[in-house]
């Protein structure tokens, strides 16, 4: 590649990395390989600089204290997973719901909100509440459509409530605060529950056979269903007002987080030896997945950065006259054409380095930088969310699919359509109205 500029050799190297993930190989490995041949290319194929790098980024990455939370909420969601907190979850949300039209999937998206709030994996929210929801949805003859598209599409709410594993990483990537992105993502998080619950209220209406009524609990039952549910809210509370409020530190709160559901679920008889095994199994797979793209993206951008990519294509933006709005759109719609082949992590991950300082570099609304960061934060969130669900590869859409073998999986694609408007209504209103996600923030300022 000699003779090519920084930034030919960059774009160069990014096509390559997006033909190795079209080809399914793994976005870790892929990152990697880019990174690796970017320091090459840079240096005259010399392997010292590529060297030296490899030789500090495994350890400086691993030794970082703010990562450390991530394998503390993957544990969280494994108590909560194995320890049977999303059962209580369920029943709490059908005993007020259930018995209206569509109630049982507005119950089984209220209860997806839930398990969010105690789980930060949109995967693993889909799973676990699919698993408890499904066959309930199909009992009281719900459509095979309405009840796969409900679950794939607040299955997404595991990653848009908080605590989120990608706001995480969006925090360690720029620098930003765990706690202010946590709090920017409870409003968002509340509107996209309820514009769930809206297109079922639709759906149910358009389509009375869609979603029948189910049995209207009694108030003792519904106050017996809340009593279930409260340490889970006092899980939630802890965590996020916790970081929000100084009382602790992301890892500290998320320790807490962590002892509290693995407590919750050993005393409600869920959690027992199994249990705690397949929840540190379960942890320890998905840290690595996690820390190995992690590994292959700093690999990557440092490659990235010597080539000076992320800065000239931030610099070409800024002078080239476009309406940040603009800019923003086709940022937008390149997400969304990467959840094709990629999960919601590596997008993060790989885009983050590229597209905030385009960002950080344009007017939007008149908002101080600290705002944008936290806006454009928010933003990227929601859209990576679209990718876990939109056909034809929505990761989401195959989980629920390996549940429910009896609903093609063309009926699970229209089914989430629906859900996909409401996403994409509330993605307009949160570029209009940037105070939607800031004003939690800036109460406690």
Known sequence: MSGMSGMTIGLTIFACLMCLLVFRIHV?????????????????????????????VAYARLSNYDLAVIPLFMLMGQFATNGGLSKSLFRCAAAF?????????????????????????????????????????????????????????????GILIPPSVPLVIYAVLTQESIGKLFVAAVIPGLIATLGYMIVIRLIVTLDPGAGPAGDRASWSQRLASVVEVLPVVGVFLVVI???????????????????????????????RWPGLRASIIGTAHATAM???????????????????????????????????????????????????????????????????????GLDFHGMPAVDKSVWFGILALMVVEIGLVHPPLGMNLFIIQKL??????????????????SDLLRIVLLLLVPGISLWLVHLNA
């Open 241 to 271: 007002v916790g970081i929000y409020g100084g009382w602790a530190n992301p890892t500290e709160a998320a320790s807490i987080g962590a002892a509290a559901c693995g407590v919750l679920a050993f005393l409600r008889g869920g959690m």
């Open 97 to 157: 719901i259930g018995h209206f039209r569509g109630g049982l999937a507005m119950a089984a998206t209220g209860a997806c909100a839930g398990f969010g709030a105690i789980c930060g994996s949109s995967l693993a929210t889909a799973a676990t509440m699919g698993q408890v929801a499904l066959p309930e949805l199909r009992a009281h003859g719900y459509s095979g459509r309405l009840a796969t598209g409900t679950l794939a599409a607040a299955g997404t709410l």
């Open 290 to 360: 996690i820390y190995m793209v992690l590994l292959g993206a700093d690999v990557l951008n440092a490659g990235l950065a010597i080539t000076q990519l992320p800065g000239e294509l931030a610099n070409w933006v800024k002078d080239s006259g476009l309406a940040p709005m603009l800019v923003m759109a086709a940022i937008l719609i390149i997400y969304v054409l990467l959840g094709c082949v990629m999960d919601s992590l590596a997008m993060i991950l790989l885009t983050i380095p590229i597209f905030y300082p385009v960002v950080m």
């Open 28 to 56: 870790g490995i892929g990152m990697f390989f880019a990174g690796s041949a970017a320091f090459l290319a840079m240096n005259h194929g010399e392997f010292n600089a590529l060297l030296f790098t490899l030789n500090n």
């Open 404 to 421: 429910a073998r009896d609903t093609p999986y063309i009926e699970t694609a229209k089914g989430v359509m629906p859900f996909l408007a």
